[in-house]
């Protein structure tokens, strides 16, 4: 079973940057691709950015494309997501999440391709 946990929220001010970090665990943790969604009050979640296995693919939803970036390593288990320039529409509860596949194809953001959630870090964004 692979577990997750996510840390690096906070508070900033508009244009301020925050780093997320995401460990998993789990001796079945074979490198699959992992993605950061975010759920903010009162709205669905929402994938932001999907990285494939060996970071050889990244894809950024709209909102986040330019001040966003998605990292990983492989050798610590680890997912990042570097953000600059944050807004207040980027106050949620961000999530990692991990993969059943390898891939970040077009159907990324669609839930059911991942089979384990982290429970959330929240990031506020005042303006």
């Known amino acids: 079973q692979v577990l997750v946990v996510e840390t690096g929220g906070g508070s900033v001010q508009t244009g301020g940057s925050l780093r997320l970090s995401c460990l998993a665990s789990g001796h079945d943790f074979n490198d699959p691709a992992m993605a950061w969604f975010r759920q903010a009050p009162g709205k669905e979640r929402e994938g932001i950015s999907c990285?494939?296995?060996?970071?050889?693919?990244?894809v950024y939803a709209k909102p986040v494309k330019g001040r966003f970036t998605i990292s990983r390593d492989n050798a610590k288990n680890a997912l990042y997501l570097q953000m600059n320039n944050l807004e207040p529409d980027d106050t949620a509860t961000y999530y990692c999440?991990?993969?059943?596949?390898?891939?970040?194809?077009?159907?990324?953001?669609?839930?059911?391709?991942?089979?384990?959630w982290g429970q959330g870090t929240q990031v506020t964004v005042s303006s």
């Open positions: 990285i494939s296995s060996r970071s050889e693919a990244i």
């Open positions: 999440a991990v993969g059943f596949y390898d891939t970040c194809p077009p159907s990324w953001a669609e839930f059911s391709r991942y089979k384990t």
